[in-house]
Every structure is written in structure tokens, then in C-alpha cells.
């Protein structure tokens, strides 16, 4: 077995998006983290959007400097492996459009702003917006 890449898959794209999220509620740049890691701020992208591979030992670097245990980066991440029925459906994995999603720069702040809106008729209404303007309910 020596020297194939594998791709990316799901869990990649999920465990890079809580990369981005938990960077960005510390407050910190993509520069500054690729300067802690010794590698550049496109790597660090390319990291987040889940579209490289991140290998255990970078992973550990990264929840140092992040100040989370390693686990945090799988949090409800998609399952792979025997599971229940029961447990796959309760842990569905995310598709891979909501995991690019959360991992863009507009999709991670339009997110935390819907977040913050406090009536759920004005959050359906933006939602019922967004689904007219996109074409159509199921885009």
C-alpha cells in the first residue's frame, strides 16, 4: 500500500469546518494558524473546506493551539463503522453541501446571524426568502 493519497470524504469536510468554526471563535486568522503549524494560509483552506486530509499529528497540533481536546473536532461528525439502525438515523451524516457550507466564510456568518434571531416566524420568513430567491424549496 505505499504512497496512495486517499481522498477526502465526509468527515474530513465536518472535522474541517470545526476547525474553521472553533478558530474563528477564538478570534484567530488562518495566517496565524498556518504560522503556529509551519504551513501556509492556502494549506489551512484547503484544511478547513475538507478538501486535504488532516493526518493525526497535524490534528493534535491543531487542538493545542486551538485549546480543545482532539475529540471536540469529531463532535457529532458522520458515523462510519456498525451502528444500530436507531444510531444511524439519530446521526445521520451531513451532507456534503451543508458541510461546504459551514465551512465558507458566508455560510459560517449567515449561520451565526440567523443564530441570533430571536423570533422563529421572522427565522421561517428569511428562510421561505432564501428558498424563493435560490429557485425553488429543495436546491
Do not use: C, W
Not at 451543508?98 to 465551512?103: D, G, I, T, W, Y
Not at 466564510?105 to 424563493?132: C, N, S, T, W
Amino acid at each position: 500500500m505505499g504512497g496512495s493519497v486517499k481522498k477526502s470524504n465526509a468527515i474530513d469536510a465536518h472535522v474541517g469546518g470545526r476547525v474553521r468554526a472553533r478558530r474563528d471563535k477564538r478570534g484567530m486568522t488562518q495566517e496565524v494558524l498556518a504560522e503556529a503549524l509551519g504551513i501556509s494560509y492556502q494549506q489551512i483552506q484547503k484544511l478547513e473546506e475538507g478538501t486535504n486530509r488532516i493526518g493525526a499529528g497535524r490534528l493534535q497540533q491543531i487542538a493545542r493551539i486551538l485549546d480543545v481536546p482532539v475529540a471536540f473536532f469529531f463532535k457529532d461528525a458522520p458515523h462510519a463503522g456498525h451502528t444500530s439502525t436507531s444510531a444511524k438515523q439519530k446521526h445521520a451524516p451531513m451532507p456534503t453541501y451543508m458541510s461546504k457550507f459551514v465551512a465558507s466564510d458566508d455560510g459560517l456568518a449567515l449561520m451565526k446571524a440567523f443564530m441570533h434571531i430571536p423570533d422563529p416566524q421572522l427565522r421561517r420568513i428569511i428562510v421561505m426568502l432564501v428558498e424563493r430567491l435560490a429557485g425553488g424549496e429543495n436546491q
